[in-house]
């Protein structure tokens, strides 16, 4: 039995986001390394296909914006399992147009599903995982737009800036005690949320189309930043930047110059919605 599936072996996993891309990409590694996996999205369909797919596991239908939800999900896990070892808050939207385009509306979505949903996962878990045997492990997914600034993507930016200072802070609350934290923070991912993004203001659907092929044609396997998020979760790491050639070489630079920074991005942006 390798490292990780030493592990991860008979762990139990809830993954939130789990129907499709980085979400679906964890379940799928964990249930190959021997976890039993609670797979959960707002597509039930979506996440009992996955489940279904796995030797152990369950798939439902869980909406991270309903917090008695979330919290009545906690509730039958726990009767059945009696613990969580993992806890992945995963689930997210995209949003992108200008600051001035964006409708109020997007910003509550934009935040109840990224930044709420995560609280909500939090204040659901945490207090039954500290009084559990054992140690547990919080993950919450950010993004690299968590750590450098992406223009034309206010909302999904601040949302994602919030999720990482949140599980900063968690992480030093907890410290000393048995749980852990992940900030997992993906840059280029090539999923479905790019074609699922809210765009805003002129020529959407052309820009859409056009970052949906760029993502495709640049971005990472989803599966690459499941095994690197899993390898740093066994490692304790607070942080998973993927792929770092991406994410944590922009992190740097964001730290010594972020007006340097800010026109690296400006271009970038500009060069995703011209691809053609």
């Known amino acids: 039995m390798s490292k990780l599936a030493s592990y991860y072996n008979n762990k139990i ?8 891309g980085i979400g679906r990409a964890i379940a799928q590694r964990l249930g190959a390394l021997g976890a039993r996996v609670y797979c959960t999205d707002v597509d039930g369909a979506a996440a009992q296909r996955v489940a279904e797919a796995l030797p152990n596991a369950a798939g439902e239908a869980l909406d991270v914006t309903d917090a008695a939800a979330l919290a009545a999900f906690a509730e039958r896990v726990y009767a059945r399992e009696g613990r969580v070892d993992l806890l992945f808050n995963n689930a997210g939207v995209g949003h992108a147009g200008r600051v001035e385009d964006t409708e109020l509306a997007d910003w509550r979505w934009v935040f109840e599903v990224n930044l709420m949903g995560v609280v909500h996962g939090i204040h659901a878990f945490l207090p039954r995982m500290l009084a559990q045997p054992g ?5 919450n997914t950010a993004s690299g737009a968590g750590l450098i600034p992406m223009p034309r993507t206010a909302p999904y930016c601040a949302s ?3 999720v990482v200072g949140l599980s900063q802070s968690l992480a030093a609350e907890l ?6 934290v992940t900030i997992l923070c993906p840059g280029t991912i090539d999923t479905a949320i790019i074609r699922n993004t809210r ?3 002129a020529g959407a659907e052309q820009r859409q189309s056009r970052a949906v092929e760029y993502y495709a044609r640049r971005g990472v396997s989803p599966d690459r930043v499941a095994a690197d998020v899993l390898t740093d979760i066994s490692k304790g790491r607070l942080f998973c930047v993927t792929p770092r050639s991406e994410v944590g070489v922009g992190w740097l ?5 972020p007006r340097l920074m800010q026109r690296i991005m400006r271009a970038r942006m500009d060069k995703v919605e011209a691809t053609d």
Do not use: P
């Open 253 to 257: 630079l964001q730290r010594l110059s």
């Open 160 to 162: 994602k800036h919030a």
């Open 13 to 20: 996993a809830v993954v939130t986001g789990a129907g499709s």
């Open 135 to 139: 140690r547990g492990h919080i993950v």
């Open 199 to 201: 765009m805003r203001g």
């Open 175 to 180: 410290a000393g005690r048995n749980v852990d």
